[in-house]
């Protein structure tokens, strides 16, 4: 029995365990097939980009190329000649190319790469080359041939493609055992990178999809394995109400993106009102919002759980010399480019070549009329004797051309006809020779600068295709977006205190707030004891609970003020903390440690408040002081594994609430990093200011737009907004505006009167512009006048803005500038105001963060402040709060 006929040999031990051998078939046929898969259907060859079935039908619309039109399943059936597989997949492979509209000049509906629609049938498309694809991917002269797969026709090897098609296109295939994804290009960013790379300079690739949309290229890795590209949707605020999607991720469509934002209102991760496709020929994409729903955290939420954000991982997989090769887009350029140069270089070769051998020709068609060396063949009887006698003739007058006379080139002689021999003119014959020198000059210069010619071709690509082919992609780097601070609260938390239960499922009990699935809540027991856990429907997390909330990462700000008895019957201790670095769901004791230790005060403060409580003893012996206040603003704020400081050794009756505290926090420091048009609290970018709770931001556009808002870290800005800056509530806004309506320039100085409203403050005709804003004390603006005809030109004139006007309401038209025509406004240094300081404070730095226990049942009631992991970086230093 032989190994292909017996594919599976079982061989049986001492144990009477059977032992499968993979032999025959499965061995050799399966790696011929992925063999196979890989090499001539799956995955483009480095040197012309092309898949097979690219590459087969890019060969038949030349063999059809006259011009015109040719109709898709003319094309395709054409194509099977050389293609070994069905209809379906030559039409679809030739509806992606058409697609990325740079080989194919396509007519009728190919599809919509924006909204996922189909080509039409390919009997009712029609397409031929585009002359960009006839530019650069043929020559006949330099191709390498070989049979097709029955061997009647040829077909190439690969196509001459002298430009770096495969980082323009992209390609992507699944093959056995492995697959390819190569990004899409700029076509005037891989020109330009191909030059740098031709003058020996440093270059860089960043893909750019045909979708357009915001990508994140950080994490890129030159298109090698491991590398990622976060791509995101561009969302832009239409009205208070309303989103609009314009781009949209690449490897997404409209219907997939709307599908995903659906499906995640149907969860409850985000809420709108409707939605609406309104895309034809550009994306529109309106989401519509609920009253009071954020449109600058759904605008986040449509990125966390969405398609608005996709993350995709490009693999630098091609074949070369009939082998699987992984390579980065870097490499794949130079790789390209040195074989366009090749290219070129065969091809002016082959030229000269061709120019050589007519000028060859010509110089003997000359000499053998000039000379009239065909009267030599008038006696000669055979054709030996003609060639002979022409030979002859030639000998004396040959010295000066470039190789020997053969046998053909005398054959040739004899065919010219008589009527050309007698109007033959001999200037008009060294013409044409001059004329072949000095082409043939031209060609050897360009071999001889082989590299200027190649610079030279590439920037013709550049100057004839580049138009309208701009960069689509913008590069911006992303922040995460927090899920938990964006996601909806779509369920409501209940707490059962007495019998220690949390959970969504808890109707009947107390209600605590609203939340997400996705949150973490933090609990606080009697006995001191502290856990993060996530959302569930019901929970048990100790008895005698006496705070919960929603916890929330990276808080600093979220300060814990506890009063607690060490032991059954030990001295009461005070302390202020922030919970940082828990691990989810395991028990941290907040007292000594001590068995029946219990909580006398507790209260969580978002804003770091600090209250007065005042201490009632029990009249025990002869304490003499039963009653006395204390303001934990006096208390230092350390770690929540600290022993706090001592309140008293004797026994405690109650402890009252005095009075509610104020934040004794130092103001935030706020940084807008314009990299990612985000404000931040680490440093990136500009110093906006210290904020406190109360504080806002000030927004201006160039609209004319003015508003103030809370300086939220989610916030999105408007691409239009030329001020930003801490709003001091009593300093006045200097506006400069051209009135359309009155056709002059008005100056106003105004207060923002409606927080968090945003108001116009120029008029609503179409012609009305802002043309400077100054949020200065004393602006000074710089006026430079209009040279009207027959006068002299009017000298500049600085205007005190302060002095020029009185503060008015927003809606005030305010006072004419001049009357005199205006050529340019500036602003100048404005001049020098005392404005008041704001006392400095001390800040507390914490770290939040949360690690996934192993045991979520782990307990270390009163030993956990000993794990050095789980330590709050404030206990290797106290800071104290004014």
């Known amino acids: 029995m032989s190994d292909d006929t017996n594919d599976l040999i079982n061989e049986q031990d001492d144990n009477n365990e059977t032992i499968t051998k993979v032999t025959g078939m499965y061995k050799d046929w399966f790696l011929d097939y992925a063999s196979y898969v890989i090499l001539e259907r799956a995955v ?149 990178a191909s030059v740098k790379h031709l003058k020996g300079k440093r270059f860089t690739l960043l893909p750019d999809f045909p979708t357009a949309g915001i990508a994140d290229f950080s994490d890129y890795k030159d298109g090698l394995r491991g590398g990622k590209v976060r791509v995101r949707a561009r969302i832009s605020q239409l009205d ?12 997404t469509n409209t219907s997939s993106l709307i599908d995903s934002i659906l499906k995640a209102n149907d969860k409850g991760k985000i809420k709108i009102k409707k939605i609406e496709d ?23 939420a449509l990125y966390a759980f969405t398609g608005c954000e996709t993350s995709i991982s490009p693999l630098g997989c091609v074949i070369e010399d009939n082998k699987p090769f992984f390579v980065g887009v870097s490499e794949m350029l130079r790789r390209s480019t040195d074989n366009t140069v090749q290219l070129l270089k065969s091809n002016l070769e082959i030229k000269l070549g061709e120019f050589e051998e007519q000028w060859h020709f010509a110089s003997l068609e000359r000499i053998f009329i000039e000379k009239r060396i065909y009267r030599d063949i008038e006696d000669q009887e055979t054709w030996e004797g003609v060639i002979s006698a022409i030979d002859k003739g030639l000998q004396p007058h040959i010295k000066h051309l470039k190789r020997a006379i053969t046998e053909e080139d005398i054959v ?72 938990t601070k964006v996601v909806i609260r779509n369920t409501k938390l209940y707490v059962n205190r007495e019998e220690g239960f949390i959970g969504t499922s808890l109707k009947r009990d107390e209600y605590v707030c609203d939340c997400s699935d996705i949150d973490d809540i933090i609990v606080f027991t009697n006995d001191g004891t502290m856990m993060v856990t996530k959302v569930d429907s019901k929970t048990f997390v100790g008895k005698d609970i006496i705070h919960v909330a929603v916890f929330k990462k990276k808080d600093k700000r979220t300060i814990y003020n506890m009063i607690y008895r060490d032991g059954s019957k030990g001295p009461t201790y005070i302390k202020r903390f922030a919970v940082t670095s828990v691990t989810r769901d395991r028990e941290y004791d907040m007292t000594n440690g001590n068995k029946g230790s219990k909580v006398w005060y507790f209260s969580a403060n978002p804003n770091g408040e600090a209250e007065v409580i005042t201490i009632y003893l029990r009249q025990v012996g002869s304490i003499k002081k039963l009653k006395w206040d204390i303001d934990f603003a006096d208390v230092l704020i350390k770690g929540r594994a600290s022993k ?28 807008f990093d314009d990299t990612v048009q985000r404000l931040n609290v680490d440093g990136r970018g500009e110093l906006i200011g210290e904020f406190r709770g109360e504080d806002r931001l000030l927004i201006i556009t160039q609209s004319g737009n003015v508003k103030t808002i809370l300086p939220e870290l989610t916030t999105h800005f408007d691409d239009d907004m030329i001020v930003l800056e801490k709003w001091i509530p009593k300093k006045p806004i200097s506006v400069i505006y051209y009135n359309g ?45 209009t040279k009207e005809r027959g006068k002299e030109r009017k000298d500049n004139e600085a205007v005190n803005l302060e002095e020029f006007i009185a503060v008015k309401g927003i809606s005030a038209l305010g006072n004419q500038l001049t009357k005199d025509k205006i050529n340019q406004i500036n602003l100048l240094d404005p001049l020098p105001y005392e404005a008041q300081e704001d006392v400095p404070a001390v800040d507390i730095e914490v770290v939040d963060e949360i690690v996934e226990s192993s045991d979520s049942n782990a307990s270390s009631k009163g030993s956990s402040q000993s794990d050095d992991d789980d330590l709050d970086v404030d206990d290797k230093g106290q800071v104290t709060l004014f």
């Not at 208070?240 to 490897?251: A, D, R, S, Y």
């Not at 309104?278 to 986040?300: F, Q, R, Y």
């Open 278 to 300: 309104n895309t034809a020929a550009d994306v529109e994409i309106l989401v519509h919002l609920p009253s009071g729903i954020s449109p600058d955290k759904t605008i986040d």
């Open 644 to 671: 706090g400081n001592l309140v008293t050794k004797y026994s405690v009756k109650k402890i009252e609430l005095k009075e509610k505290g104020v934040s004794t926090l130092k103001p935030r420091k706020i940084w």
């Open 240 to 251: 208070k109400n309303t989103l609009v999607i314009t781009e949209i991720p690449f490897g």
């Open 741 to 785: 309506e009155k056709e002059l320039f008005y100056v106003k100085r105004f207060l923002v009167e409606n927080e968090g409203k945003e108001e116009s403050f120029i008029s609503e005709h179409p012609d009305s512009h802002l043309e400077i804003v100054s949020t200065d004390w004393k602006p000074v603006a710089d006026i430079e006048f």
């Open 412 to 483: 040739r002689l004899t065919e010219i006809r008589i009527k050309r021999i007698s109007k033959f003119d001999i200037d008009k014959a060294q013409q044409k020779i001059d004329a072949l020198e000095d082409q043939i000059a031209e060609v050897k210069h360009h071999l001889a600068n082989l590299i200027d010619y190649s610079i030279a071709y590439f920037e013709r690509l550049k100057k004839e295709y580049g138009e309208g082919r701009e960069r689509k992609t913008e590069i911006r780097t992303f922040e995460d977006v927090d899920a």
């Open 44 to 192: 483009p060859a480095i040197e012309d980009g092309f898949k097979p079935v690219q590459r087969r039908i890019m060969h038949s619309m030349k063999d059809l190329d006259d011009g015109r039109y040719n109709k898709v399943a003319n094309i395709v059936g054409h194509t099977m000649q050389y293609h070994p597989h069905g209809d379906a997949s030559i039409a679809d492979a030739m509806v992606q190319i058409g697609q990325k509209d740079l080989l194919i000049d396509t007519q009728g509906n190919w599809g919509n790469i924006l909204t996922g629609d189909r080509a039409a049938a390919s009997r009712y498309i029609e397409a031929r080359l585009s002359k960009f694809a006839l530019d650069v991917v043929y020559n006949p002269k330099i191709t390498e041939w070989q049979a097709s797969y029955d061997g009647r026709r040829k077909e190439p090897v690969n196509l001459p493609v002298m430009f770096p098609l495969l980082l323009a296109q992209g390609g992507e295939g699944i093959a056995v055992g492995l697959s390819t994804k190569i990004l899409p290009h700029n076509f005037i960013e891989l020109i330009d």
